[in-house]
C-alpha cells in the first residue's frame, strides 16, 4: 500500500498571507491520480483538485496544486477566513485509493 | 444541483446494526457509484466500500466484510450502509459519496452528503 504522509500536521497562518502543504507518497504515484479535499469543521469533506493540479468545479482560483512522482503540493494564495480548515490529499484509481493524515491550517 | 441528503444521528448499544441512507438528487442516480466512508472523531476518513446502484453490485473493504451491507432502492434514487455488530470503535460519522467517474468507480468523490453521526454506547 502506498503511503501518504502530509506536513505540517498543523500550519498556522494569518488572513491574507499564503500557505503551502505538502503531500508525499512512499512510492511514485501518476499526477493524473492525485487529489486535495478541503474539510470545515462540522462539515463533509469537499474536493479541491484533482489530477494534482485541475481544480473542481467553483474553487476559487487561489488553491493551486502542483507536483508529481512522490512530492505534491497544495499552495493557497491570498488566505480567506473560510480556508483555515483541514486538508487532505488522496490518491484515487480503480484499485489503489487512500487518504494522507490531513494538515490542519489554523489562524494565527 | 447535485445533493446527497442521509438520515439523521443514530445511538446504538453494542452488537446492534445501524443502517444509514443517502438520497441522491439532481443527476441520474443510476449512472454513478456510490461511495461510504467513515470519520472517527478526531481522526481521518476511512473508506467502506461502494456500490453500483445501477447494478446492485458492492464492493467492501477487507476490514468490514462479513459486517457491512450495501444496497440501493433505484425508484427512490436511495443509497443504503448497514453495519452489524456494532463496537464502540465504530462510533463515528459516516458519509456517502458519489464517484466522478461515469460508469466505473475510480474512487475520486465529487459531491458528499452532509455525514451521519453513529454513536455506539452502552
Known amino acids: 500500500e502506498i503511503v501518504l504522509t502530509q506536513s505540517p500536521g498543523t500550519l498556522s497562518s494569518s488572513p491574507g498571507e499564503g500557505a503551502t502543504l505538502s503531500c508525499r507518497a512512499s512510492q511514485s504515484i501518476s499526477s493524473t491520480y492525485l487529489a486535495w479535499y478541503q474539510q470545515r469543521p462540522g462539515q463533509a469533506p469537499r474536493l479541491l483538485i484533482y489530477g494534482a493540479s485541475r481544480r473542481a468545479t467553483g474553487v476559487p482560483d487561489r488553491f493551486s496544486g502542483s507536483g508529481s512522482g512522490t512530492d505534491f503540493t497544495l499552495t493557497i494564495s491570498r488566505l480567506e477566513p473560510e480556508d483555515f480548515a483541514v486538508y487532505y490529499c488522496q490518491q484515487y484509481g480503480s484499485s489503489r485509493y487512500n487518504f494522507g493524515q490531513g494538515t490542519r491550517l489554523d489562524i494565527k | 444541483q447535485v445533493q446527497l441528503v442521509q438520515s439523521g444521528a443514530e445511538v446504538k448499544k453494542p452488537g446492534a446494526s445501524v443502517r444509514v441512507s443517502c438520497k441522491a438528487s439532481?443527476?441520474?442516480?443510476?449512472?454513478?457509484?456510490i461511495h461510504w466512508l467513515r470519520q472517527a472523531p478526531g481522526q481521518g476518513l476511512e473508506w467502506i466500500g461502494w456500490?453500483?446502484?445501477?447494478?446492485?453490485?458492492?464492493d467492501y473493504v477487507q476490514k468490514f466484510q462479513g459486517r457491512i451491507t450495501m444496497t440501493r432502492e433505484t425508484s427512490i434514487s436511495t443509497a443504503y450502509m448497514e453495519l452489524s455488530r456494532l463496537n464502540s470503535d465504530d462510533t463515528a460519522v459516516y458519509y456517502c459519496?458519489?464517484?466522478?467517474?461515469?460508469?466505473?468507480?475510480?474512487?475520486?468523490?465529487?459531491?458528499w452528503g452532509q455525514g451521519t453521526l453513529v454513536i455506539v454506547s452502552s
Open positions: 456500490i453500483d446502484p445501477k447494478t446492485g453490485g458492492t
Open positions: 459519496a458519489r464517484d466522478s467517474s461515469w460508469g466505473s468507480p475510480i474512487h475520486l468523490t465529487d459531491y
Open positions: 439532481g443527476y441520474s442516480f443510476n449512472d454513478y457509484y
